[in-house]
């Protein structure tokens, strides 16, 4: 599943950092090369002849992309994606039932919490639920790399209309500033 690595390395582990429209285009520029081969339309042959004429080993690296199919690719994505969100749901229960039974304790009897062991097992608790969260944002991308794979088009589409919305609020936010509306 390397292409899927190259694919969340791309996302990055914030999705919510600026950027994340462009990301997204190379993450389905990214999957439309591996699943057609890295045969894109818009190939420039006479400077893939050039760069081939200079130095043949660097262009043929750079020119080739290895072929995954996409059913399976997403099939295999799909998998992982189950099996991730049944390792989370575990672990969600786990968490939450350890955070019960720290409030009950702090609650009923606060003395419990008191020894080096409480405050160790509060510490792994809350390391748990950081871990947790570290999941959900993981199994989100992996979900949203896997939305992209089932219909690169429809992800394009989307990404074009998000930026021809990002330019028009664009301009209205230049036209308030500039007093214009």
């Given at each position: 599943?390397r292409?899927?690595d190259?694919?969340?390395?791309?996302?990055?582990?914030?999705?919510y950092?600026p950027?994340?429209?462009v990301?997204?285009?190379?993450v389905?520029?990214?999957?439309r090369?591996?699943?057609?081969?890295?045969?894109?339309?818009n190939i420039?042959?006479?400077?893939a002849a050039a760069?081939?004429?200079?130095?043949?080993?660097l262009?043929a690296?750079?020119?080739?992309?290895?072929?995954?199919?996409?059913?399976?690719?997403?099939?295999e994505g799909?998998?992982?994606?189950?099996?991730?969100?049944?390792?989370?749901?575990?672990l969600?229960?786990?968490v939450?039932?350890?955070q019960?039974?720290?409030?009950k304790?702090?609650?009923?009897n606060?003395?419990?919490?008191?020894?080096?062991e409480a405050?160790?097992?509060?510490?792994q608790?809350?390391?748990?639920?950081?871990?947790l969260?570290r999941?959900?944002l993981?199994v989100?991308?992996?979900a949203?790399?896997?939305d992209i794979?089932?219909?690169?088009?429809?992800?394009?589409?989307?990404?074009?209309v998000?930026k021809?919305?990002a330019?028009g609020?664009?301009m209205?936010n230049?036209?308030?500033l500039?007093?214009?509306?």
């Amino acid at each position: 599943m390397r292409l899927l690595d190259e694919c969340l390395d791309i996302l990055g582990d914030d999705p919510y950092l600026p950027g994340a429209r462009v990301r997204a285009e190379q993450v389905v520029q990214r999957l439309r090369n591996a699943f057609t081969g890295g045969a894109a339309a818009n190939i420039d042959i006479f400077a893939a002849a050039a760069a081939l004429a200079e130095d043949k080993a660097l262009a043929a690296d750079a020119l080739a992309v290895e072929f995954v199919p996409q059913v399976l690719f997403v099939q295999e994505g799909l998998e992982l994606l189950q099996q991730a969100k049944d390792d989370m749901q575990q672990l969600t229960c786990a968490v939450t039932e350890a955070q019960y039974d720290i409030q009950k304790a702090r609650k009923n009897n606060p003395q419990l919490l008191e020894s080096q062991e409480a405050k160790q097992h509060i510490q792994q608790v809350e390391a748990a639920d950081a871990a947790l969260q570290r999941r959900k944002l993981a199994v989100g991308q992996l979900a949203y790399v896997l939305d992209i794979a089932q219909d690169l088009d429809a992800a394009e589409r989307t990404l074009a209309v998000e930026k021809d919305n990002a330019g028009g609020e664009q301009m209205e936010n230049l036209a308030a500033l500039l007093g214009m509306e």
